[in-house]
């Protein structure tokens, strides 16, 4: 008993990679963004825990090339090892059991969270030695350490929980500048605010995080940005859902610029941000440089029928005005693959956006994500058909489209990256780059070449330029683990799960979330 109260807790925080369509674990010698929740909780873990000392190992799994992290997934004599699978969304799952079986089977005590645990079933996987957390870490993670120094975890955490009501998020410990190496960008992942007023039926976001937008305080967050300048990084992410409803945005905005932080970052934001020509300049002055916006699609009646009526088309060409006139790149993501979408659909859709050239574009094949209001009309209309939760990435077609074949959409995938990205369109860009706030510097033209002419490569590769990074490792096949899967949890496949019914109805949002969103009367056109 002495021995135990002397010895630490070893808590292993990993963010699992997934299986490529190869079966090789994605992995790559250089990353674009890292994880923002590795961090979130990294900084979450305390010096002691019931006067046992911890230590941490904090681990972005698709930047590992070298496999000597997974030693880590293993008590040694002087500690106790929790191994904490966090941020798992549905294409990583299969990896995040895997993991967490090699672990168990070594010995550690296993926790896994993240969006897919939260949003679907994984009863028929519970009680085989592996816990589960179906709220946000917040809530129980003190909990799950103090049960971690014991010895056991309990099978599920945070039933009958969902959110935190009132964010009380730490500063965050930024990376070491040799991790924060393992990436193109020295980067962070911010949260200084979650949730979205929105239902858009193909999200997972209103049920992870919900409908109210919730925000820590200020003070965490600009000590937060300070942690990380120091610490060497270079670019922030502000990973809130809707940048431009945060209520507080002002008033970040306005305390970086007063500090003269000088961080460059980006933000995503709503559609409505075409209407909030202020916040832009705003935001501009105080450093950011992309504004990512979810388009989604030109067709308003397709837009409707997914439930994201907020979205008006007609307005998408403000987003780019007000962008550019300010200085700040747009990036506007796309959904190909509707229900409603032909072909002939689709080409048109990448004519207009062509005309409205914003400086960035993504594209994404449609995918009912678990835990979604889409993913349970299609699950029980019968048009899934794909069953290996490793597809569900929005990289390829999971269910049978009426109009269009998986062939042909992964085509139509790659011929709009590569007729978006056209070498005329990069020189656009570098002309207008900065056009208010200067010419921009030969480094940031340089990049901004580099980057087209990397999605031009990916598409030509028919590899999804927004995979994750550059120069792909393949150093592990899925055969090496599914051993471990099957022995502790008695699976292949994990079954197509059922979504989790909330325990309570979304919070609504608050007054000013509320009045800046403009719901369409009309009644919605289901999507099938």
Not at 26 to 47: C, D, K, L, Q, Y
Not at 344 to 351: A, F, G, N, V
Not at 399 to 405: G, I, Q, R, Y
């Amino acid at each position: 008993m002495s021995n135990c109260k002397r010895s630490s807790l070893k808590v292993v925080i990993i963010k699992p990679s997934k299986y490529m369509v190869d079966g090789n674990v994605e992995r790559f010698h250089r990353g674009f963004m890292p994880n923002s929740t590795v961090p979130h909780i990294r900084s979450m873990v305390p010096a002691f825990v019931n006067q046992h000392p911890t230590e941490t190992r904090a681990i972005d799994e698709y930047v590992y090339t070298n496999l000597d992290y997974l030693n880590q997934l293993e008590p040694t004599r002087q500690s106790r090892t929790l191994v904490a699978i966090v941020g798992v969304q549905s294409h990583q799952f299969h990896r995040a059991l895997d993991l967490a079986a090699l672990a168990y089977r070594n010995g550690c005590v296993v926790v896994i969270g993240g969006p897919h645990v939260m949003t679907c079933d994984t009863s028929m996987l519970h009680g085989r030695g592996i816990s589960f957390v179906v709220c946000e870490a917040e809530l129980v993670w003190d909990e799950i350490l103090q049960d971690a120094v014991s010895g056991e975890l309990k099978p599920v955490y945070g039933e009958g929980l969902r959110w935190q009501e009132k964010l009380e998020s730490p500063v965050l410990i930024p990376p070491s500048r040799k991790e924060l190496q393992r990436y193109i960008v020295p980067m962070l992942g911010v949260y200084p605010a979650r949730g979205c007023p929105f239902l858009c039926n193909f999200c997972s976001v209103t049920k992870i995080a919900g409908r109210k937008i919730r925000s820590q305080s200020i003070d965490t967050t600009m000590a937060s940005l300070r942690a990380a300048k120091t610490s060497g990084v270079s670019t922030v992410m502000f990973t809130s859902d809707n940048f431009n409803k945060y209520p507080q945005a002002e008033l970040l905005l306005e305390a970086m610029i007063e500090e003269k932080l000088q961080i460059k970052f980006f933000v995503q934001c709503d559609t409505q941000i075409a209407k909030q020509e202020s916040l832009v300049e705003l935001l501009a002055r105080a450093g950011c440089y992309q504004i990512f916006v979810g388009v989604e699609s030109f067709d308003r009646e397709t837009l409707i029928a997914a439930n994201k009526k907020q979205n008006r088309p007609d307005t998408y060409h403000n987003i780019v005005r007000h962008c550019r006139d300010n200085g700040i790149g747009s990036h506007f993501s796309n959904i190909i693959g509707f229900p409603q979408d032909t072909e002939e659909s689709i080409r048109d859709h990448l004519e207009v956006l062509r005309s409205i050239a914003p400086n960035w574009a993504s594209f994404y094949i449609l995918c009912p994500i678990p835990g979604t209001e889409q993913y349970d009309d299609f699950l029980e209309a019968g048009l899934i058909v794909e069953r290996n939760l490793d597809r569900f990435d929005t990289t390829c077609l999971t269910w049978k489209h009426p109009n269009l074949s998986p062939e042909r959409l992964s085509h139509l995938l790659y011929e709009c990256y590569s007729k978006f990205n056209t070498v005329g369109h990069s020189l656009r860009n570098i002309r207008n780059k900065n056009r208010k706030n200067g010419r921009g510097s030969f480094k940031e033209k340089l990049g901004s070449l580099a980057m087209s002419t990397f999605i031009r490569y990916c598409s030509w590769r028919r590899t999804h330029p927004m995979s994750g990074g550059v120069i792909r490792a393949k150093v592990d096949h899925v055969r090496n683990y599914t051993e471990f899967r099957k022995r502790v949890f008695d699976v292949d496949l994990a079954p197509l799960p059922k979504s989790l019914k909330l325990h309570h109805p979304h919070p609504k949002s608050d007054s000013l979330t509320s009045a800046l969103n403009e719901i369409d009367s009309s009644k919605a056109i289901k999507s099938l």
